[in-house]
């Protein structure tokens, strides 16, 4: 196993325990996948994020055969299914965080964008969210839907599940994936409010902005 790969491994063992710590996935829930030049690194099947061994992390070829480590999550064809239409990003961090689920099971919801511009940074980490149609966890029509809005949107909410989050790096994953939740968060408390949203014109310049930088350091999250 390579330094590389070592520090990768540490790298999901911190930010999974910084996810679970803080609220954000409960129980076995949630899993994170990061795609390398040949092959992936999996959170394992039935594993808590707050307490892995990255040493227990699945390492698996392109395909998902698994090389090493414990048996991976079940929902590794979501990941596959989002990053194969994602080129340039290599990491997945998919939650059952409470609000943005709880936006999964709101009824009226616009599939194609799920909410509106309310902070400059939801549209700099993560942009439109879509939506897709809710099947049991583990059936793999969810990566048919996945793939077929992948390439459009690096936010998904999978109905009455949760959500998830592609990124450029684990980090930037982590960070799109936190702003998720917070919009989500503030999209609830100003349900029915009628909240001055950002304009059209503003989330053109953001959109037109350069992206916050982000390392692949696992040092805080700030």
């Known amino acids: ?14 930010f999974g325990r910084s996810l679970f710590e803080r609220g954000l996935t409960a129980g076995s829930s949630g899993n994170i996948g990061l795609r390398l030049e040949d092959g992936w690194l999996m959170t394992p099947t039935n594993c808590c ?22 048996a991976p999550s079940k929902e590794f064809f979501l990941h596959k299914a989002f990053l194969d239409h994602r080129p340039d990003d290599r990491a997945v961090v998919h939650l059952h965080s409470t609000y943005a689920t709880a936006i999964s099971c709101l009824p009226g919801i616009d599939p194609m964008n799920v909410l509106p511009p309310l902070t400059p940074y939801s549209i700099m980490r993560f942009g439109k969210v879509a939506l897709t149609p809710y099947h049991r966890p583990g059936d793999k029509r969810l990566g048919d839907e996945i793939a077929k809005v992948a390439s459009d949107y ?69």
């Open 1 to 14: 196993m390579s330094g590389n790969e070592n520090t990768l491994r540490e790298q999901i063992t911190f």
């Open 154 to 222: 690096r936010a998904v909410l999978l109905a009455n599940h949760g959500p998830i989050v592609a990124g450029k790096s684990l980090k930037a994953a982590v960070y799109a994936a936190e702003e998720l939740e917070a919009t989500a968060k503030l999209f609830m408390l100003l349900l029915d409010r009628n909240p001055r949203l950002l304009t059209p014109e503003q989330v053109d310049e953001l959109n037109n902005s350069p992206e916050p930088q982000q390392s692949d350091a696992s040092g805080g999250c700030c």
């Open 49 to 70: 994020l707050g307490n892995i061994d990255p040493a227990d992390i699945s390492r698996l070829d392109l395909h998902g055969n698994l090389l090493s480590g414990k």
